[in-house]
């Protein structure tokens, strides 16, 4: 993603400071959108790296209505993502209905939605049902939108609560070995996502899931083993050893070994040669496996 829009376009990134919202502010500075990015803390490091790169950095979140309204005023399009893993599934459903509420209240041109991948399928998995929920919202709201649907994070393997047992020559997920998944990296997810706000009219009512790779975590470790220098074996375990911890993530594991993500990659690649779409090998490749202790 390398040519500069001859059509910028004003972005309010919802979510700004994390791995989703971050890489879509990134990507759009990099192409020449105006952005501005709501923290909840304008002064963290996060922040400020964003200010540095042309960010407008404003101070909101979803627990007050009137910030996200002077956040939206003036923007021509709103990124919006929501997460279940602070305050759980249904204040992320009302996270969703509270900013479609703001964009409409607004005027705002084009809303692009962060869901996941499936989540349109009746998964039953409570964090999938709830993005579906906000899907449903938009579809009824008549504002013109865009749904952007992710898998899996190639991302996730560079985690705190993956390195640990990667420092020690282990990565266990609750999954068999042999079982492929679709993955994508959040750098793609920015790149994605301004494709789609670039196209805007030509992707209005549209709904996109989309990876870049599909692997088994056997060829994942061998990736990273490669990679890292260092030899990591990959030791499965059943879902039920994490119902006690999460419930939902429980049934999200059972999904990927029985059912899993159905993105159409090639499609995908055709549809928009502008996003880089690099492979786990490829983004792996990239990473500094040393400085986080490997």
Sequence with gaps: MTNKTSSPRFVLVTGATGQQGGAVARALLTLGHRVRGLTRNTDSQASQALADLGAEMVTGDFTHRDSLAAAASGVDTIFLMTTPFESGVDAETEQGLMMIDVVREAGVGHLVFSSVASADQKTGIPHFDSKFAVEEAIVASGVPYTIIAPVYFMDNAMAPWMLDGLKAGKLSLAMPGDVALQQVATQTIGEFATAIIERRETVFSKRYDFASDELNMEDVVAIISAGSGNKIVYEGFPPDAMREHSEDLALMFEWFDTAGYI??????????????????????????WKAVGL
């Design 263 to 288: 993105a159409d990659i090639d499609g995908l690649k055709a549809e928009f040669p502008d996003v880089s779409w690099p492979s786990f090998a490829e983004w792996s490749s990239e990473q500094d």
